[in-house]
T-cell receptor, first 112, second 112 residues
Framework: NAGVTQTPKFQVLKTGQSMTLQCAQDMNHNSMYWYRQDPGMGLRLIYYSASEGTTDKGEVPNGYNVSRLNKREFSLRLESAAPSQTSVYFC???????????FGEGSRLTVL | EDKVVQSPLSLVVHEGDTVTLNCSYEVTNFRSLLWYKQEKKAPTFLFMLTSSGIEKKSGRLSSILDKKELFSILNITATQTGDSAVYLCAGSFVGRTYKYIFGTGTRLKVLA
């Protein structure tokens, strides 16, 4: 079972560059989430999606866009990366509309 | 604004000690509280609590929720060095789907 898969696992960008973090789950889960984790800040919710085609802002959405084109995949895009976006990004999903959050392994992004 | 607060921020104990980690929340439409353990990578699920006053146990770990006073505790008895980790709590709140807001975590270090 792959569970929640994130790519890439590591990425270094220069300020102003764009990139997309990919997330896919094979558990037929409905809702998916993107979090960022910074030292001493816990996990902060960027965006989430209740179902295909729907997305909602979380606590820290500025500078990010998301896309939920199908049930399996939920991507996070940085259009113009900034050093403040250096972080570890986690994708997660839940079965149904509540329950345990299943996390991917994380993607470490550094913006120079 | 929905908020989850954990205390203490960090804790150092010796093997065999018992520890209590605290999590309080201020939310609208609260549904459940979750505890996770995070070592080097993705958080791993410990407990989900939805009913007040009912203790959940798993080995040396146990947790309880007080919905009247809006807090939860995680107890770890007979601590071991393998319990060293960051412990995260999250509150889930209903909206279009369930939104999960995390606290900043408690960093526990268990000394041999």
């Amino acid at each position: 079972n792959a569970g929640v898969t994130q790519t890439p696992k590591f990425q270094v960008l220069k300020t102003g560059q764009s990139m997309t973090l990919q997330c896919a789950q094979d558990m037929n889960h409905n809702s998916m989430y993107w979090y960022r984790q910074d030292p001493g800040m816990g996990l902060r919710l960027i965006y989430y999606s209740a179902s295909e085609g729907t997305t909602d802002k979380g606590e820290v959405p500025n500078g990010y866009n998301v896309s939920r084109l199908n049930k399996r995949e939920f991507s996070l895009r940085l259009e113009s990366a900034a050093p403040s976006q250096t972080s570890v990004y986690f994708c997660a999903s839940i079965p149904g509309y509540t329950g345990e959050l299943f996390f991917g392994e994380g993607s470490r992004l550094t913006v120079l | 604004e929905d908020k989850v607060v954990q205390s203490p921020l960090s804790l150092v104990v010796h093997e065999g000690d018992t520890v209590t980690l605290n999590c309080s929340y201020e939310v609208t439409n609260f549904r459940s509280l979750l505890w996770y353990k995070q070592e080097k990578k993705a958080p791993t699920f410990l407990f989900m609590l939805t009913s007040s006053g009912i203790e959940k146990k798993s080995g040396r770990l146990s947790s309880i929720l007080d919905k009247k006073e809006l807090f939860s505790i995680l107890n770890i008895t007979a601590t071991q060095t393998g319990d060293s980790a960051v412990y995260l709590c999250a509150g889930s709140f209903v909206g279009r789907t369930y939104k999960y807001i995390f606290g900043t975590g408690t960093r526990l270090k268990v000394l041999a």
